[in-house]
């Protein structure tokens, strides 16, 4: 299907263990974005990319990695999940530009992550 | 640093008329886009605001005051799926590209 999409939906995983969230469009935007959010907090972003092989950090990226080896993928790894990092994680996309950013950006469905 | 400013909650009745209201004091800005959130869902585009004034978009509106930091999404004809949040962001274009910082969000209720 044509669109954004999040793999898993929904995770519980154990204090220490490494997870692996999964993000994919078919737009072929060239950036993507992963934000998490939490109450009172909103909606923060944790790393970005403006095309594969190049990411940057957002406002929150301790603890968390990310790689683009394809325009369509960008997953999040949490290297050692803590209990801080139980939140809703967002993955986005978009084809704006300096010259055109009205598009805005599309998000996925959300993952909801609980770190026990 | 960052600081963009919404009114955590607000209630209107089905049919009026309500305005969020959205400050923000930021390091660069090139546009401010409003997006709605429904419990449980992702965010939707709904408005974007470069230049100052008024875009209008059927029930929705949004203005901009670049110098006063401010704008305001404006919700006509309100409905019972009205009912969200409201999240305003400022869109910076950075050395490492385009970013989206975003306010708290205004949960809205809409009442019968």
């Known amino acids: 299907d044509a669109g954004i999409t999040q793999s898993p939906r929904y995770k519980i995983t154990e204090t220490g263990r490494q997870v692996t969230l999964m993000c994919h469009q078919t737009?072929?935007?060239?950036?993507m974005f992963w934000y998490r959010q939490d109450l009172g907090h909103g909606l923060r972003l944790i790393y970005y990319s403006a095309a594969a092989d190049i990411t940057d950090k957002g406002e929150v990226p301790d603890g968390y990695v990310v790689s683009r080896s394809k325009t369509e993928n960008f997953p999040l790894t949490l290297e050692s999940a803590t209990r801080s990092q139980t939140s809703v994680y967002f993955c986005?996309?978009?084809?704006?530009?300096?010259?055109?950013?009205?598009?805005?950006?599309?998000f996925g469905p959300g993952t909801r992550l609980t770190v026990t | 640093g960052q600081n963009i400013d919404q009114p955590t909650e607000m209630t209107a009745t089905e049919g009026a008329i309500v305005q969020i209201n959205c400050t923000y004091q930021t390091s660069g800005f090139n546009g401010l886009f409003w997006y709605q959130q429904h419990a449980g869902e992702a965010p939707t585009f709904l408005s974007y605001n470069v230049l100052d004034g008024l875009e209008e978009k059927g029930r929705f509106s949004s203005f901009l005051s670049r110098s006063k930091g401010y704008s305001y999404l404006l919700l006509k004809e309100l409905q019972m799926k009205d009912s969200a949040s409201y999240l305003c962001a400022v869109y910076r274009v950075t050395g490492g590209g385009n970013k989206l910082t975003f306010g708290t969000g205004t949960q809205l209720k809409v009442e019968l």
């Open positions: 986005a996309s978009s084809p704006s530009s300096y010259r055109d950013p009205g598009a805005g950006q599309y």
């Open positions: 737009w072929s935007h060239s950036y």
